[in-house]
């Protein structure tokens, strides 16, 4: 799968609501009421991300998980990072 260019990522952040654009990923913040809560959310995110072997980058703190995707194969931003971004959010 090819990098998208820098209009390609923008045009698709459009789509998705809190994404931003640095140092070659997509990246998003998440905030939970409790910190099992995030947990919990890892948990089905890593499930997805195993489905679709497209695995993000991961921080946990309290009460807020930082999610970023790239493709550590080729560098940058793919169909496949914004593809997740997505899947992402809908598991909220």
């Known amino acids: 799968m090819s990098l998208l260019s820098e209009q390609e990522i923008k045009s698709a952040l459009g789509n998705l609501i809190g994404w931003t654009y640095d140092n070659n990923a997509i990246r998003k913040t998440y905030t939970f009421d409790t910190y099992m809560d995030g947990i919990n959310f890892i948990n089905r995110l890593a499930d997805k991300a195993e489905e679709n072997n497209h695995h993000p980058d ?5 009460c807020r ?3 970023a995707f790239t493709s550590h ?3 940058g931003v793919t ?5 997740m971004a997505q ?3 809908a598991i909220l």
């Open 58 to 62: 991961m921080v946990v703190g309290w």
């Open 87 to 89: 899947a992402t959010d």
């Open 73 to 75: 194969d080729q560098g």
């Open 65 to 67: 998980v930082d999610v």
């Open 79 to 83: 169909f496949a990072c914004t593809e």
